[in-house]
């Protein structure tokens, strides 16, 4: 064969195999059909025209089921992002309807390019749109729409007012690309007056780590706001009678104090203070809720807010009225007042409370007592400007009550002697105490000195013979010397200490009396506050039994006052003690209410005529008919009669004359010590035997 006639390809496959490659050709066209029209109708798909332009010229038909299956792939992976897109928009959406919060973006100019509905529907706007490319600063600044439309919408701020702190540290961190938490902002909203948020953001940066934009989380806090705002007003405000309370009257002196210490005024030769201040309580507060329960008591005291209000609104200004707690009122003024100024508005305090309150079917008498100090110079601070109208307070309830007393620095002397004596009566009681449990062991002498019970015969009117005696403390200081009763039993029932202070009494008595021997009684005096105690039958038989004094000989003395503080609890607490086979005796008789009822019904022995009855005999005819019907009012109702306080023979003979069983005093001698007690009974034994 010729060089020209050989075949241009070589091949080792049969002939047929040639004739198949016709086919494959056909292939090949569709698939660039194919690419053509993916080219057309999908343009944008570059990379899908790639892989095909590959596969046909790498693989053939294999080539084209594996771009199928990417394209497959790829189109599952499109549906599941655009499905958890869907996911995240909705929880998204749930969240910020359901919560209080909501997100924002933005771009690198602060301007918004995305809001919530919450968002729009806070700041009064329609549609979330049309929030979009407005200034996040602004809006929160102004409102939605900028400075111009928060004016037209009725604000009164204008774009050069000043920006608020919160809102200044939030624009540098704008300007400086900083992430910023939680900065609360107050919004103006038409829809909302008072509109607070909490903003945190976040810059978004691209691939490459460029400030694009921003993106972050609005909360509403107002809520929270509103709730801190209540309580900071419960922290300043009485919620009972909206007065203001003790912290903010303490807060308002200490103020009105350290001004005046700084630019003192001059106090004038007319007793002019630059600062006054008045405190009041009620005198009858206790058996009003008592009686009518709680809440008439608080009702009283909102009508006593509501009138001292009225007189401080019609007097000097400047004054803060306040409540103390349970029923004491202040007031402070902290403008120049004369002295005569300061006791005219006292007195006009007292005055507006006397008109009877009268809620429904209730008449309610109101009474107070009030003390007022007054600022007199630059050593004086606010917590002893406070005690010192909490001393002249006091003076007031000591005084009578219903009354007004200004403080002066006799008062603060008796203060202090009051101060001591409740210091020293409690270590003198203490000493006591120790040695009555103790009798052999010596005790040290003390600078407080030393409690003692001294004791007064009683003695038969008709043979003078001695019947028994009254057991009187007494308190013997070192320095001091002897102090009266009178000063310390009374400071004893307000401290509390009484209560130890007549257990002790009447221990040492009965210890005293039981080793007299005999059938002579010992009367033992009885506190109010001692006969309120529930645990005074179970002491006095316990003191009984310790001491083994018969009963019998015992007689416990209360007055017409302690009876009648709460008359039902005596008679029951009388009628147990009657029940020990004591006598009880009504001390004082006649200079309290002196009701026959209680005198019907209570389990009284002895009728004790108190002394001013016995001195004013010397007054005429009406005192010794006074004194005749009492003892005549003893005898009908079956009781013992005793005056006490006799101190001539001439008191002696008309007792006599009148039919009085029993009488004490100095005619027949002072009150004296346990020695001296036991030698009268042993001399009075010899005489009768």
Excluded at 405 to 415: N, P, Y
């Amino acid at each position: 064969m010729s060089r020209r006639s050989r075949p241009l390809h070589r091949s080792n496959r049969p002939p047929q195999a040639s004739g198949r490659a016709v086919p494959w050709r056909a292939s090949a066209l569709l698939a660039g059909l194919v690419v053509a029209g993916v080219a057309v109708f999908a343009p944008q798909s570059s990379f899908l025209l790639g892989a095909l332009v590959g596969a046909l010229a790498g693989g053939g038909v294999p080539g084209l089921f594996m771009l199928a299956r990417h394209r497959q792939a790829r189109q599952q992976a499109q549906t599941e992002a655009a499905r958890s897109q869907e996911t995240t928009a909705l929880l998204l959406h749930d969240f910020e309807t359901q919560s209080g919060a909501w997100s924002w973006a933005a771009d690198r100019e602060g301007r918004l390019t995305h809001a919530a509905e919450r968002m729009a529907r806070e700041l009064g706007c329609g549609a979330p749109e049309l929030l979009l490319g407005q200034s996040l600063l602004q809006l929160l600044r102004f409102g939605e729409g900028g400075p111009s439309l928060a004016m037209q919408q009725g604000f009164r701020d204008t774009p050069d007012r000043q920006m608020p702190p919160d809102l200044v540290w939030l624009m540098g961190c704008l300007a400086g690309k900083a992430p910023f938490r939680e900065v609360e902002v107050q919004v103006r909203s038409p829809v909302r007056r008072a509109l607070w948020w909490s903003v945190s953001g976040v810059p978004v940066l691209d691939e490459i780590g460029l400030h694009v934009g921003w993106r972050g989380v609005v909360r509403d806090v107002t809520t929270l706001h509103e709730q801190s705002r209540e309580l900071e007003r419960l922290a300043h405000v009485d919620t009972l009678t909206g007065l203001a309370n003790r912290h903010v009257l303490q807060s308002r002196t200490e103020q009105a104090v350290a001004a005046l210490v700084q630019a003192p005024e001059a106090i004038d030769e007319e007793a002019l203070s630059p600062l006054s201040l008045y405190l009041l309580d009620l005198d009858n507060f206790k058996s009003v809720n008592d009686h009518f329960g709680h809440l008439v008591g608080d009702r009283l005291l909102q009508e006593v807010a509501q009138r001292l209000q009225r007189c401080v609104d019609e007097g000097p200004s400047g004054g803060v009225l306040a409540r103390l707690g349970g029923d004491e009122f202040a007031l402070l003024i902290a403008q120049p007042l004369h002295i005569v100024e300061r006791e005219a508005l006292a007195l006009a305090m007292l005055a507006t409370l006397r008109e009877p309150w009268t809620p429904e079917d209730l008449c309610i008498e109101v009474r107070a007592s009030l003390g007022v100090a007054a600022w007199a110079g630059p050593g004086d601070t606010a917590s002893l400007l406070l005690q010192q109208a909490d001393i002249a307070l006091y003076e007031a309830k000591a005084a009578g009550r219903d009354m007004v007393r200004l403080f002066d620095a006799a008062m603060g002397e008796r203060m202090v002697e009051r101060h001591l004596v409740i210091h020293e009566l409690g270590q003198a009681l203490t000493a006591s105490q120790r040695a009555l449990a103790h009798p052999d062991r010596p005790e040290p002498d003390l600078p407080c000195g030393r409690l003692s019970v001294h004791y007064q015969p009683q003695h038969d009117v008709a043979d003078g013979r001695l019947t028994g005696f009254e057991a009187l403390v007494r308190w013997r200081h070192p320095q001091r010397g002897w102090i009266s009763p009178a000063q310390f039993i009374p400071v004893a029932e307000e401290t509390g200490l009484v209560v130890a202070l007549g257990e002790w009494v009447l221990r040492q008595a009965c210890r005293d009396a039981a080793g007299w021997g005999g059938d002579g009684k010992i009367a033992v005096n009885v506190s109010g506050v001692q006969l309120a105690s529930r645990h005074l039958v179970r002491t006095v038989a316990q003191v009984l039994a310790e001491t083994g004094l018969p009963p019998f000989r015992l007689e416990l003395e209360v007055t017409e006052t302690a009876v009648l503080a709460d008359p039902a609890a005596a008679r029951t607490r009388m009628q147990s003690l009657r029940s020990l086979g004591i006598g009880l005796g009504l001390d004082d008789f006649g200079t309290g209410y002196s009701s026959l009822s209680y005198l019907r019904t209570y389990p009284i022995n002895t009728l004790k005529i108190d002394r001013s009855f016995i001195t004013g005999l010397a007054a005429g005819a009406q005192a010794d008919m006074i004194l005749r019907t009492i003892i005549q009012l003893g005898q009908g109702l079956g009781m013992k009669t005793l005056a006490e306080g006799v101190e001539t023979q001439e008191q002696l003979d008309t007792l006599r004359r009148h039919g009085c069983l029993q009488v004490q005093g100095y005619l027949f001698a002072a009150a004296m010590t346990a020695k001296d007690a036991a030698d009268r009974v042993f001399q009075a034994r010899r005489l009768t035997a």
